[in-house]
Structure formats: C-alpha cells, structure tokens
C-alpha cells in the first residue's frame, strides 16, 4: 500500500549540476503532477501528465524537463540546477475517471542549490 | 492566469472556537472547489471538496460555496490544537482539465 512515492527525501546540489526526482504511484491513476512549493508562492505547478508519453507544462516550466514512459513513474529533472531552483517539489496524482478531481500527494523533496 | 486569495495569515482562534478561512478567485466560470490542510513539513492532504452553491458539512468541517461572489470558505466548529495547519484553496477550471490553482494558504493556530 506504498500509494505515491518521491525519491530522494532530501537532496544538496550545486549549481549546473543535474538533478533528478523520482515520483513512483501504485494507484495506476492516469494524471500526474510536479509541483514546487515556495514561501509566499504557496504549490504551482511545472508540469503534468495525462498518461504516459503525455506531458505538458504548468506555471513554471523553463528550467525543467520531464518524461512519463511508465503510467507509475513521473520524473523531473533539473537539467542545470539554480538557486532559484531551491524548493520543496511534490509530486501528485489523480484517477481521472471516477474521482477526477482528489489529487493525492507524495511526501515531497527538499532540494537545497548551494 | 486564475488567481485564487486566501485571508493573510497567521489565524488564531482558542481550543473549541469556531475557525473561518475564506478564499475568493478570479474565474467566474471556475468549477470545483477543495480545501487541502498541510502540517507543517508534510504534504497537503484533501479536507473537503465542493461543486455546488451551498454548504457541504463533514464531521467539524463545513465549506461554503458562493459562486456568484467567487467566494469559498472553510469553517472548523469546535477547533483542536492538532487542527493547526496551514490549509490551501484549490481551484479547478475546466480549461485546465484536471490542474489546479492554489492559493497562498492561511496558517492557522489553535491555541490551547
């Protein structure tokens, strides 16, 4: 019963460098989601998927790349990190079908740019 | 873009008091409507959600909704310390699909 998983919890970078987040769901729920959480901005989001090989973007997208070829996995990667990029990301997921709506949120990485 | 308001916060109110947290957007033709508490260091979990005008209780929880202000509420009746949270608005427009719009969030004390 894991439900929706991020990988890692907690993550230091520097600037340039690559990074990737892991989110892994057990539901088979068809849409996915990247949000970035910030002080004063509250969750907006980077990208989603309405299933696999379908991503678009959200709010905030430039600086970010994502990939669905799993209906479970949802990755975001970060192709040259920035400070700016410093956050709180949390991944969600929705049915689509009979509860289109409840989006259901994984844990969350704390990502750190120095 | 659809803007969604919440009431600054910190909101504190005393254990068994009444707790209202308001939240107005922008987009008249918005269509559903949800209220998401996050404890601190944790991730947002769905208190409640709403699609009609009126109210919608469940348990100490009711959410209101007025379309025609483009207003929605949160009320927690007999408020408890482990209510204090920081809860966010979530709006759904159908030009969006399934993508939301939150609110900046009202942090809410409960104080014993």
């Known amino acids: 019963d894991a439900g929706i998983t991020q990988s890692p919890r907690y993550k230091i970078t520097e600037t340039g460098r690559q990074v990737t987040l892991m989110c892994h769901q057990t539901w088979s729920h068809s849409y996915m989601f990247w949000y970035r959480q910030d002080l004063g901005h509250g969750l907006r989001l980077i990208y989603y998927s309405a299933a696999a090989d379908i991503t678009d973007k959200g709010e905030v997208p430039d600086g970010y790349v994502v990939s669905r070829s799993k209906t479970e996995n949802f990755p975001l990667t970060l192709e040259s990190a920035t400070r700016s990029q410093t956050s709180v990301y949390f991944c969600?997921?929705?049915?689509?079908?009979?509860?289109?709506?409840?989006?259901?949120f994984g844990p969350g990485t704390r990502l750190l740019v120095l | 873009q659809k803007e969604v308001e919440q009431n600054s916060g910190p909101l504190s109110v005393p254990e068994g008091a009444i707790a209202s947290l308001n939240c107005t957007y922008s987009d008249r033709v918005s269509q559903s409507f949800f209220w998401y508490r996050q404890y601190s260091g944790k991730s947002p979990e769905l208190i409640m959600s709403i699609y009609s005008n009126g109210d919608k209780e469940d348990g100490r929880f009711t959410a209101q909704l007025n379309k025609a202000s483009q207003y929605v509420s949160l009320l927690i009746r007999d408020s408890q310390p482990s209510d204090s949270a920081t809860y966010l608005c979530?709006?759904?427009?159908?030009?969006?699909?399934?993508?939301?719009?939150f609110g900046p969030g009202t942090r809410l004390s409960v104080l014993p």
């Open positions: 979530a709006v759904r427009h159908e030009d969006y699909g399934q993508n939301f719009v």
């Open positions: 969600a997921s929705s049915e689509g079908r009979t509860s289109p709506e409840t989006q259901y």
